[in-house]
């Protein structure tokens, strides 16, 4: 072997120094990873660890139709890092102050104060007194964010990134909007500022609509960019799923510009309107006045944020007259041409003299069809009389009055219905007529909805379907039975003789020819301090069509409505002209044909069916 | 036999020292070769995934600008900005059909070509047999 170039001196030498070099590093090492470990792991935990949270996006609700009622878009919270702002970058504030929408003064001050707190904060980080301060105690905070614009669309933000200035962050959100304003606003509630669900849809399904937010464990660089490949954890974003209603929002278009109608007209204190489809119970419109722009809820007073609908009880009054018709022909105890003596106001039930409602107009002796077509109160009250306190309230019961109709955004309260025990000796007589008696129009809407299905109280159903973010069905919603409150048979009588109302009883007038508009009128006096007052009234109109196959059930009820020349607000007057210029609409819009001459003969003769 | 001379076991051994050397030294640069590459990965997948969810927010932002240009309002006023006079039907201008729309078109096409081909009105009891179209 040869000698090589070296000397065995020299090779001692480069020997030592290679040597010495690596213990220098081994020493290094040592104080880097064992000695000074803890105070440096701090450090760099603090400098360069960040948890990125990812905000779920929260679902979108639809109406039946796909149509959005309310979406989230994504804004952008625009603001500063002082310590990254580069004074050559100055010359472009002015054209970032534009884009925000902000005076340039108001831009410049702000980010030269920032710039003074980073400064300052910096500058006490690094005095003697500072650096003594143990690892982990509180420390002076440093400045490294200034806020300049609150929601900024993200076009504009594209342009203030293209403008490039060194230490301009976006901070991303998300934001509820309702892109249909006020339609249907008691129905979908509100999301507020602070991203909390309050009312309506969106709290009541927030379960379903929020999603769950997802977060990095990641390091960033000096320039505050996330270093990917050190994300140690990721949890992943779970967008909210969509959530689809029942509503249709032509219709619900069409009966709020009902209600702007009625509101402009008679000045009530509220009005609600119902529709819905009888043989599923879904609730195709429901709106309320006064109401509210859920994009403006701040604005709205409480009173207006109500879905009266659901949370307010009236008497229901002649309305309710479909109880006690229908319970005594369901139990065979009249047929339509049965008659009962209705001018005398005295009655002896139970071996007691009782003295019978007044009537609006006197009548002699009615047939039960009449009692129904001109809403007869002493003819109603003789039917219950006929069935019995216990049966009648039995069947009050079974019509849904006195309890929660179930309606899957709460907030529902389940009207008064008392036992025949707690009744005085009079309430016989009034109840029929609807009087000492109380429910919610979302009560009457069902129960008159029972009568246009063959006798089927349903739930109403408000939601139809929830989709998850990719749009596949994870829960669909049916029909649900609560009660059979009449045979079908039964039902389609008295469907019969509420098509008389129209055409030649209380609301005479409101037919449409070929479509069998069947219902009933209510006026119902409010009591006032106990008492009932003779100038405020709630009007209400709740009827089907067409009669012999019902598609629409539609309700119009209007508390206090105030008449030009103080006459009282009667259904007919105030409510089925809104009823039946609704139903011309939906009519066109649903796209229900007239009932040929002949079914409708044959609906007559057999008293019709389902 | 006779052992080697001491130099040529130091030659020997530095030898073996620079070839561990440039050995660690290709192990720790293809260790940062590596590190660059999964950095550029993690980077290019992270700018993707910004990407897609950027896109999505500007879809959601499209779906809120398309449903609020589609509310009935918004249609409504501009129905009356551009003087459209669209309205809906009323029952009274509505004429239903009860019969295949189909059917009656084709009856009356047939029937038109028989008058142009004879010059004589087509007889009323004479029948044709209907033939139609179907897409399906």
Known sequence: MSKGFASSHRMTLLALGVLSCFLGIGVRLVFLQVIDRDELMRSVEKARRQILVEHARRGAILDTKGNLLATSRSFVIVGADPEMLQPDDEH?????????????????????????????????????????????????????????????DENTYDEVTRLGVRGIYGQRGFKRVYPDGELAAHVLGYVNKEGVSVTGAEHHLDLYLKGEDGWIESEKDGARRELAQFRSREVPVQNGDDVVLTIDSVIQHMIEEELKTIAAKFDPHFATIIVSDPQTGRILGMANYPTYNPNDFSKAPLDAQRNYAVTDIIEPGSTFKIVAAGAALDQGLVTPATTFDCGNPLITHNGRQLRLPKEDEPFGILSVADIVAHSSNRGAAQLAMLLGEQRFYEYARKYGFGSTTKFEFGGEVRGILEPPEKWDGLTITRMPMGHSVAATPLQIHMAMSAVANGGTLLRPQIIREIRDPAGNVIRAFAPEKREQVLRPSTAALLRQLLTRVVTEGTAKGTDIPGFELAGKTGTTQKLVDGKYVNNRHVASFVGFFPASRPQVVLSVIVDDAKIPGGSIAYGRTVSAPAFKHLAEQLIQYLDITPVPIADRSLVALNGGDR | MKPPPANALVNQLVAHTLGLLVFG????????????????????????????????????????????????????????????????????????????????????????????????????????????????
């Not at chain 2, 590190?35 to 980077?43: L, P, V």
């Not at chain 2, 129905?79 to 309205?87: E, K, R, S």
């Open chain 2, 25 to 136: 030294g290709s192990l720790g640069l293809g260790a940062v070769w590596m590190r660059q590459e999964i950095f550029s990965t993690a980077n290019r997948n992270r700018v993707l995934e910004s990407r897609i969810a950027d896109t999505q927010r500007r879809l959601d932002e499209l779906n809120a600008e398309v449903a609020t240009a589609l509310n009935p309002d918004s249609l409504l006023a501009r129905n009356a900005g551009m003087q459209l006079a669209l309205v809906a039907p009323r029952e009274v201008q509505v004429v239903r059909v009860p019969e295949s729309p189909e059917l009656l078109l084709a009856a009356k096409r047939n029937r038109e070509i028989f008058t142009v081909e004879t010059g004589r009105p087509a007889p009323e009891d004479v029948t044709f047999h209907v033939v139609t179209a179907s897409y399906h």
């Open chain 1, 92 to 152: 472009n504030w002015p054209e970032l102050a534009r884009l925000l929408g902000l005076p340039p003064a108001q831009v410049a001050l702000t980010l030269r104060r920032g710039i003074a707190a980073a400064k300052l904060a910096q500058a006490t980080a690094a005095t003697p007194a500072a650096r003594s301060i143990p690892a982990g105690e509180p420390r002076e905070r440093r400045v490294r964010w200034v806020k300049l614009a609150d929601e900024v």
